[in-house]
């Protein structure tokens, strides 16, 4: 899993969660003229804890579990992702029920007593909670501002040629990987990769075109989501690169990008903008 694919959306998504479970622990109903100390948390009720409370929270673990893992998952057919979204938007019409009618069917034969009972602040706190969670998990594919980072990129702190001192291991600028091309190796024909020792572009341009011949791999990262497309050029992505992990780009066609992940698929970036090359 990585955190930092997480967005701004995502955040919200957290919090929402986190005030959702906070609201669990307060009073279901508030009585008028009655003391609150007897009263029940939404614990206190089957429906409202299924409905509402544990469906939310699932929902807001399935989204942003699904967001950080490296390939899409699903379940029973149905992305991850999606599936968390449908939870929160069923928790927000359960918390929604319960307001209208905090009591269901116990207040059809005792009208007089249900006159004074009304929606707990646990309730209503409830209610906001799994609109801003459900509204969240719904407009973050959609809405650019909940697009961004949640947290920084991580990468090298200066521009370093490829298989520079790594910190270790697949993923990082620098691992030790079977391609011609390293520094103090020579690449085919028996040229090095820099003549003259000099560094590669500054991190954050695109790569210029250049001929197949001169190209060497290296590494990058991307500033937002993006989608990862077939070699062959079907339309359907294979993977998503995600913020904050470094991927190998093993050849370049025009402006595009042929990446590999860490599980040795290799893939077409047609948005190559903005990226950061290790």
């Known amino acids: 899993m990585n955190i930092r694919s997480l967005t701004r959306g995502d955040g919200v998504v957290i919090g929402a969660a986190v005030l959702l479970f906070i609201a669990s622990f307060l009073d279901i109903y508030s009585f008028d003229g009655v003391d609150d100390d007897g009263i029940p948390s939404l614990w206190?009720?089957?429906?409202?804890?299924?409905?509402?409370?544990l469906a939310g929270l699932i929902g807001a673990a399935l989204v942003v579990v699904a967001r950080a893992l490296p390939q899409p998952k699903k379940v029973a057919g149905l992305d991850l992702g999606q599936l968390g979204i449908a939870f929160t938007v069923f928790a927000a019409?359960?918390?929604?029920?319960?307001?209208?009618?905090?009591l269901g069917a116990f207040d059809n034969d005792n009208s007089s007593f249900a006159d004074r009972i009304d929606p707990g602040m646990g309730l209503i706190l409830a209610l906001i909670a799994t609109l801003v969670l459900a509204a969240a998990a719904v407009a973050t594919p959609l809405v650019p501002a909940l697009k961004g980072n949640l947290l920084p990129a991580g990468g090298p702190s200066a521009p370093q040629p490829y298989g520079a001192q790594p910190p270790g291991g697949y993923g990082y600028p620098g691992a030790q990987?079977?391609?011609?091309?390293?520094?103090?190796?020579?690449?085919?024909?028996g040229q090095q990769p820099f003549p003259g020792g000099q560094p590669q572009p500054q991190q954050g341009q695109p790569p210029a075109p250049q001929p197949a011949g001169d190209f060497s791999p290296f590494w990058f990262a991307v500033p937002v989501p993006r989608p990862l497309?077939?070699?062959?050029?079907?339309?359907t992505p294979i993977a998503e690169l995600a913020p904050g992990t470094w991927y190998l780009a093993v050849e370049q066609r025009g402006q595009a990008l042929v990446a590999q992940t860490q599980d040795g698929r290799r893939g077409v970036l047609q948005d190559t903008s903005g990226i950061q090359r290790g």
């Open 44 to 53: 206190g009720s089957g429906p409202v804890l299924f409905g509402v409370v």
């Open 93 to 102: 019409w359960c918390a929604l029920g319960n307001i209208f009618d905090p």
């Open 177 to 189: 990987q079977p391609y011609p091309g390293q520094p103090g190796q020579p690449g085919p024909g």
């Open 229 to 235: 497309f077939p070699e062959d050029g079907s339309p």
